[in-house]
């Protein structure tokens, strides 16, 4: 079964300055990968997902993410944050065998002024 | 734009009693999910629903029963709640595929509180 590592519980960045949220997963075939925002005391909004194609895709509110099949990775990046981008950030794997999904712990993020 | 729709934002129930979450979506997507979401787990799945009257355990069903009798609505019930139940609950639905992957699209969440 697939499963998804974030291996940064909290980070915190100034405003103004870049971020890269780390992801990997584990999964035998070609993955469906996505990344979810979560602001708090709201649901999950999907910021990009990547299915096949290009290894860079564009996202929502100005994010980007780079599939890397060797390193199993599917880091999220930011070139210059923004005050409202604070909250919690998950990567998830989709299996197409039975539309299942499996989401990693998750990164919240702190941005300082 | 698809819109999933939880029945309450914030509950608090007490141990024992019989919880219900409802949840609905209008967009005639096939499938529909809940999950449990809990700090430093991310979500785990506890049941999904391909089609009307059809469920599937996810990682986590014990403790938790689900309903599906109409295509746009898939409930979520505690026969006996207790306090360790006490988490976000999130709805989540997709279109069904083929072959491919379709992504799920989430309501606000319900937050149970079980005293």
């Known amino acids: 079964a697939q499963s998804v590592t974030q291996p940064d519980i909290h980070i915190t960045v100034s405003e103004g300055a870049s971020l890269e949220l780390r992801c990997n997963y584990s999964?035998?075939?070609?993955?469906?990968l996505f990344w979810y925002v979560q602001s708090p005391g709201q649901g999950l909004q999907l910021l990009l997902k990547?299915?096949?194609?290009?290894?860079l895709v564009q996202g929502i509110k100005g994010f980007e993410a780079e599939f890397k099949r060797s390193q199993s990775s599917f880091n999220l990046r930011k070139p210059s944050v923004h005050w409202s981008d604070a909250a919690e950030y998950f990567c998830?794997?989709?299996?197409?065998?039975?539309?299942?999904?499996?989401f990693g712990a998750g990164t919240r993020l702190t941005v300082k002024p | 734009d698809v819109k999933v729709t939880q029945s309450s934002r914030y509950l608090v129930k007490r141990t024992g009693e019989k919880v219900f979450l409802e949840c609905v979506q209008d967009?005639?997507?096939?499938?529909m999910f809940w999950y449990r979401q809990d700090p430093g787990l991310g979500l785990r799945l506890i049941y999904f629903?391909?089609?009307?009257?059809?469920?599937e355990k996810g990682d986590i069903p014990e403790g938790y029963s689900v309903s599906r009798e109409k295509k746009e609505r898939f409930s979520l019930i505690l026969e006996s709640a207790s306090t360790n139940q006490t988490s976000m609950y999130l709805c989540?639905?997709?279109?069904?595929?083929?072959?491919?992957?379709?992504?799920?699209?989430f309501g606000p969440g319900t937050r149970l509180t079980v005293l």
């Open positions: 999964y035998g075939a070609t993955p469906y």
């Open positions: 989540a639905s997709s279109l069904s595929s083929s072959g491919s992957y379709n992504e799920q699209f």
């Open positions: 998830a794997v989709g299996d197409d065998n039975n539309n299942d999904m499996r």
């Open positions: 629903s391909y089609d009307v009257k059809m469920k």
């Open positions: 967009m005639d997507h096939e499938n």
């Open positions: 990547y299915f096949s194609g290009d290894t």
